[in-house]
């Protein structure tokens, strides 16, 4: 004899709810997977799919603003010549910003290189034997920060930490910030 719809119902809907948020807690691990294959099988579409670009850049941008107000505004001053200056850096900084936030430099970036390491004649990945293909997020410590962040920290080449940000907009996890330490 089936069971009235009254007593089914409240648990169907109960384990519904409790599957969804398994799969949006699971999400950001989902990504980071995802990330890693892409990276490892130098993927620029995958990995492409799993970042959002513009919040990306624009993050960047602003910490490398930042980073030059910082350490060369002051000295700047009130001169023509060091105001050009200034602009001319973020010129040079806003370039840099655009090589980090591609497929490749952020591929470098979490394997702790720096954009100008990934660069620097090596084989192509394809060529290289899957057991020497790079590790991106190797010894990297996770953690939530809210229900809708989710963060991935690693030392660069450096020792310097970088995290990286998740961001989640319905049920998609999408890198969307990469917190730089400015470096040597």
């Known amino acids: 004899m089936p069971l009235p719809a009254r007593r089914w119902l409240p648990w169907a809907l109960a384990a519904l709810a409790l599957a969804l948020a398994a799969y949006v807690a699971a999400g950001p691990f989902l990504t980071v997977r995802a990330i890693q294959q ?4 130098d993927d620029s579409r995958a990995l492409a799919r799993q970042v959002d670009f513009p919040a990306l850049r624009a993050s960047l941008r602003a910490q490398a603003e ?5 350490e060369y505004g002051e ?5 023509l010549l060091g ?4 602009q001319a850096a973020r010129g040079v900084a806003g370039g840099a910003v655009d ?3 591609t ?6 970036l979490m394997e702790g290189r720096r954009i100008w390491s ?5 084989p192509p990945l394809h060529t290289v034997p899957e ?7 190797r010894d990297a410590a996770y953690r939530y920060e809210s229900p809708s962040r989710f963060t991935i920290a690693i030392a660069d080449e450096d020792g310097q930490p970088m995290v990286f940000v998740l961001t989640r907009r319905g049920l998609r996890w999408r890198l969307s910030d990469i917190r730089v330490s400015p470096g040597p």
């Open 38 to 41: 892409a990276v490892r099988a």
């Open 66 to 70: 930042d980073w030059l107000a910082r």
């Open 75 to 79: 000295r700047a001053g009130g001169s």
């Open 83 to 86: 105001q050009w200056g200034l």
């Open 99 to 101: 090589a980090m936030a």
């Open 103 to 108: 497929p490749i430099g952020l591929a470098a």
């Open 118 to 122: 990934r660069v620097d004649g090596r």
């Open 131 to 137: 057991a020497q293909r790079p590790q991106p997020f």
